[in-house]
T-cell receptor, first 113, second 114 residues
Framework: GNSVTQMEGPVTLSEEAFLTINCTYT??????LFWYVQYPGEGLQLLLK?????DKGSNKGFEATYRKETTSFHLEKGSVQVSDSAVYFC????????????FGAGTTVTVRA | ETGVTQTPRHLVMGMTNKKSLKCEQH?????MYWYKQSAKKPLELMFV???????ENNSVPSRFSPECPNSSHLFLHLHTLQPEDSALYLC?????????????FGPGTRLTVT
């Protein structure tokens, strides 16, 4: 079945530091890959997505590239801000008609001023 | 604004109470989901409704009873819950039939069972 493994947190950074959160997946075929973010007291929001190998998703300064050869979808941001403090979830769905999302355990990121 | 609303945002109930959680989506989607988010555990998919038909029930105890009267509304009826059911309950929706299975989440209901 489909599964997602992401690096455990918590991760604590200073403002303007570089952030990387590793995510690897197991799936048959070509799933769609997502990063969701959950800010304190809120539900999950889609941060970025990619649907095929070598696609790069990007949003709000965050990027992730769909790497089929390493089955990875690592999240990166070059210069984090305090407002980026949140829990980040890697997820996949599919392929085909398997529309359910499989989530990683989440990584808590805290950015200090 | 995610287009998915949930009420109430917070709920405290005793183990003998009966309550309901409500979810409404304003996105014209045809699939809706209930998830349970507990501390230090991955998100757990509880129920899936596709075109108002329940297509998934992930071995959820019968004290949780979903209802989907139409494609815009989803309820989770609760009765005789246990303290370990305390969690954040998230509703989500998506438009199935497209290639990209992107789900939109509501803000959640924080449930505490005393």
């Amino acid at each position: 079945g489909n599964s997602v493994t992401q690096m455990e947190g918590p991760v604590t950074l200073s403002e303007e530091a570089f952030l990387t959160i590793n995510c690897t997946y197991t799936a048959t075929g070509y799933p769609s890959l997502f990063w969701y973010v959950q800010y304190p007291g809120e539900g999950l929001q889609l941060l970025l997505k990619a649907t095929k190998a070598d696609d790069k998703g990007s949003n709000k300064g965050f990027e992730a590239t769909y790497r089929k050869e390493t089955t990875s979808f690592h999240l990166e941001k070059g210069s984090v801000q305090v407002s980026d403090s949140a829990v980040y979830f890697c997820a996949l769905s599919g392929p085909w008609d398997d529309y359910k999302l499989s989530f990683g355990a989440g990584t808590t990121v805290t950015v200090r001023a | 604004e995610t287009g998915v609303t949930q009420t109430p945002r917070h709920l405290v109930m005793g183990m003998t109470n009966k309550k309901s959680l409500k979810c409404e989506q304003h996105l014209g989607h045809n699939a809706m989901y209930w998830y349970k988010q507990s501390a230090k555990k991955p998100l757990e998919l509880m129920f899936v409704y596709n075109f108002k038909e329940q297509t998934e029930n992930n071995s959820v105890p019968s004290r949780f009873s979903p209802e989907c009267p139409n494609s815009s509304h989803l309820f989770l009826h609760l009765h005789t819950l246990q303290p370990e059911d305390s969690a954040l309950y998230l509703c989500a929706s998506s438009q199935e039939g497209r290639d990209l299975h992107e789900q939109y989440f509501g803000p959640g209901t924080r449930l505490t069972v005393t």
